[in-house]
């Protein structure tokens, strides 16, 4: 038994990652502000033997009580509706919170995880990214809030494991989808299939034939738990392969919550990636990790919980 801190942990990602820690037997002291986090997604949670809350904004000093044996560091804004919204405080969540959160792990000699992000190879000239690839991002263009404060994440997680000999990890999650995403966060799984299921038109950006590659939160959790077990410094990609257009996506979600919605086009974003696809030869090599939900099953997971939520709202 671990006693870990997840920040972030009342997010999407953090309160799934809070459930296979705590499923598992160990501690969770989940840190959130509730800026994008919802503590209905840890409500389940509370009354948990071996669970803590804390309300608080990692971007500030960070302390906790009693020994700490890992620090898992989710916190921020990561969709980009969040993100473009809350430009500073993702640039501050970045820096100010790893270096915060690094300070954790330092003090109580815990390992360190920071949950880095496919962004980190902007739109890309590789394809499909390796780690080694160093990326395509424009560091001042809207999107490099997000880019740039999670490359600045990775290169002084790195810092503090070469210099003080810190156990650190670093994850590159590609897209992930679930329950417990929020409807209106403008991820585009989350808003195809919302508008699936209130018979409204796709919103596509583009003309739909940049490539995503999505990964489902269980899957993705399953990596997770086996990268904070495993001895790995260096970055590690955890994502789903096999690579979609947003077209194709659009079809599966119609397809899958049987919807009249038809779809509409609308101009790309400044800097949107082009295509987004993992190689996940090191996380099968070191991790025996690859997924195995296919799409349309995650799709239909998903859409099952969105309509419940859209059913009580």
Not at 97 to 120: C, D, R, W, Y
Request: proline share 5%; aromatic share 8%.
């Amino acid at each position: 038994m671990a006693r870990v801190v997840v920040t972030g942990g009342a997010g999407f990602l953090g309160s799934h990652l809070c459930d296979r820690l705590l499923a598992r037997g160990d501690q969770v002291v989940c840190i959130d502000n509730l800026i994008t986090g919802n503590l209905a997604n840890i409500a389940h949670l509370r009354e948990a033997a071996g669970f803590e809350f804390i309300d608080h904004d990692v971007s500030d000093y960070v302390t906790v009580d009693g020994e700490v044996d890992a620090v898992l560091h989710f916190a921020s804004p990561a969709s980009p509706i969040d993100y473009l919204e809350m430009p500073i405080q993702t640039l501050k969540v970045g820096s100010l919170g790893t270096h915060n959160t690094l300070g954790l792990a330092m003090a109580k000699g815990a390992t360190f995880f920071i949950a880095s992000t496919s962004e980190v190879y902007g739109d890309p000239h590789e394809h499909p990214q390796k780690e080694t690839y160093w990326g395509n991002v424009n560091p001042v263009g809207p999107r490099g809030v997000y880019d740039e404060a999670k490359r600045f994440a990775e290169a002084m997680t790195m810092a503090y494991h070469r210099y003080h000999d810190l156990d650190t990890r670093i994850v590159r999650i590609f897209n992930t989808y679930g329950p417990r995403m929020r409807p209106n966060d403008g991820r585009v799984v989350s808003n195809f299939i919302v508008q699936a299921l209130q018979g409204q038109n796709l919103t596509i950006y583009g003309d739909g034939s940049q490539t995503r590659s999505f990964c489902y939160v269980d899957d993705e959790v399953r990596g997770l738990i086996a990268l904070l077990d495993s001895g790995e410094n260096d970055p590690v990609n955890i994502g789903n392969p096999n690579e979609f257009t947003v077209s194709e996506l659009a079809e599966i979600v119609v397809d899958v919550v049987d919807s009249p919605s038809e779809v509409e086009y609308h101009p790309l974003p400044v800097d949107d990636p082009t295509q987004r696809r993992p190689d996940i030869t090191r996380a099968k090599a070191l991790l025996d990790w690859e997924p195995t939900v296919e799409l349309r099953e995650g799709i239909q997971r998903t859409a099952d919980y969105f309509a419940g939520v859209l059913g009580n709202s």
